[in-house]
């Protein structure tokens, strides 16, 4: 991991993330650039694939602790 994005899988899950970040910050057209950028390196490492297309169709959102408090959107 000396960012010669050797391991592959690295590509796909970066991309995959970064989708999510941009998604939860409300910039949905940058998520769904990662989500494709994802799904064009075609690496399916642990369901890779999959997970990007899903995020492509519905956006991702944080999963809620069971008993946090909910804070106001501002």
Do not use: C
Not at 21 to 48: C, M
Request: charged share 30%; aromatic share 8%; hydrophobic share 35%.
């Amino acid at each position: 991991m000396a960012g010669d994005l050797d391991p592959k899988w690295t590509e796909v899950w970066a991309h995959i993330n970064l989708g999510k970040i941009f998604d939860i910050s409300g910039q949905r057209e940058r998520a769904v650039s990662e989500y494709n950028l994802a799904i064009r390196t075609k690496d399916d490492t642990q369901g890779a694939q999959e997970e990007a297309g899903k995020y492509l169709k519905t956006p991702y959102e944080r999963q809620r602790r069971v008993g946090a408090v909910a804070l106001p959107v501002v």
